[in-house]
């Protein structure tokens, strides 16, 4: 390992404990999308004890920041490169025995630890390079995608890099993420009784089986490039009354931006025929925010194997477009370079992201442990950017 990345390293052991401070501050205190006010703040808080620059909020959203230190050649005029690291820190919803908690069962808590560490250190180090840190808090990853937003609002224009690590099954650099957009369905028909008179009524829930029967039907002609999964989430009050009333959630994914918008037109058109053959009207609402299938960026990528490699991780999966999620760092990576990378966590535990057993993985010490070398590899590429 070469001499200033050995630094790097002793620089993050330093400030191990901080890190992990941070990382179960953020776990002890979960918060759904769109309310982070206490995590955004503790994290805004530490930030600036260390000297970084803080803009809070942040492009409108009340629990989002930036974050950014320049060097003080960058402040005398010498631009450098721009690194920024991407925080995210929302919970979700519907864990416990009941059902009704608000836990961390993505590792929210661990990612903002692991962007906290590797930004801190860089700070730490910063008469070894010149150019400017940057770290975004970027709330409402699990609803409404706010990197989407970001990006469209010029968040990442003149940013060199992005860099951000995830928790998961496998150790992937090679990541990939399906384009993803999601719609409301509704069904307005006419209520009636379902035994003395239902030819008077219009059955809005036959419509939303329709819609399904639809989809089921289309799955050959949609291709292998296109998954669609649809709840129904109204679907009547009582069974001896022909539903007046009925609605439903439709995911739609693609391998790229391109693919989804025409699988989008044929969902929709469905709906339409469902609304034809049962008489029900139909309005149908689409997400504000599409998130984008990520463009990879090999020069990155390189950077970051290479660096796990000197960390300890040499075995690497390939992302799989077919078996994959949605994120809005897709998003991102349509403006700047992006790596986005997986460290896995099947040596603590087979369960995965979102189940209830995720939720021990996200705070257990064997993940801080990983979250010590996403620190350290994250700003061990960001050296090699500078």
Request: charged share 25%; with cysteine; glycine share 8%.
């Amino acid at each position: 390992m070469e001499e200033i990345k050995r630094i790097v390293c002793q620089a993050e052991d330093k400030i191990a404990k901080w890190a992990e401070e941070i990382s179960d501050y953020i776990f002890n205190n979960p918060e759904l999308s769109d309310e982070e006010y206490k995590s955004s703040a503790f994290l805004v808080k530490k930030l600036r004890a260390i000297g970084f620059e803080v803009t809070y909020p942040y492009l409108g959203f009340d629990t989002s920041f930036k974050a950014q230190y320049c060097t003080d050649s960058e402040k005398m005029g010498n631009h450098g490169k721009t690194v920024a690291f991407l925080a995210e820190y929302d919970a979700l919803f519907g864990y416990g025995d009941s059902h009704n908690k608000i836990a961390h069962a993505c590792g929210h808590n661990w990612i903002a630890g692991s962007t906290m560490a590797a930004a801190r250190v860089l700070k730490d180090i910063s008469r070894y390079y010149n150019g400017k840190v940057i770290l975004f808090g970027t709330q409402s990853e699990e609803k409404t995608g706010s990197k989407v937003n970001f990006a469209e609002l010029g968040a990442f224009d003149n940013i060199d890099a992005v860099l951000q690590m995830h928790l998961g099954r496998v150790n992937c650099v090679d990541t990939t993420a399906m384009a993803m957009t999601d719609y409301t369905f509704e069904f307005y028909g006419k209520a009636a009784h379902a035994a003395k008179e239902p030819e008077n009524g219009i059955n809005a829930l036959d419509a939303c089986h329709l819609v399904i029967a639809g989809i089921n039907a289309m799955r050959q002609q949609f291709g292998a490039d296109v998954k669609i999964h649809e709840i129904i989430t109204n679907g009547g009050q009582s069974p001896s009354i022909i539903p007046e009333y009925a609605s439903m959630w439709i995911f739609v994914r693609a391998t790229n931006k391109d693919i989804l918008e025409r699988a989008t037109e044929r969902v929709v058109n469905i709906g339409k025929g469902a609304s034809l053959m049962t008489g029900a009207k139909f309005k149908y609402k689409r997400a504000k925010n599409t998130f984008y299938d990520i463009k990879r960026n090999e020069t990155l990528n390189n950077f970051m194997k290479a660096n796990l490699a000197e960390l300890g991780i040499t075995e690497l999966e390939k992302g799989d477009k077919y078996h994959c999620e949605s994120t809005d760092i897709g998003n991102v990576s349509y403006k700047c370079p992006v790596c986005y990378t997986t460290l896995s966590t099947a040596h603590i535990s087979d369960a995965g992201i979102h189940e209830q057993g995720f939720i021990d993985v996200a705070g257990s010490d064997d993940a801080k442990k990983l979250m010590h070398i996403a620190a350290k590899a994250m700003a061990m590429t960001a050296l090699d950017v500078f």
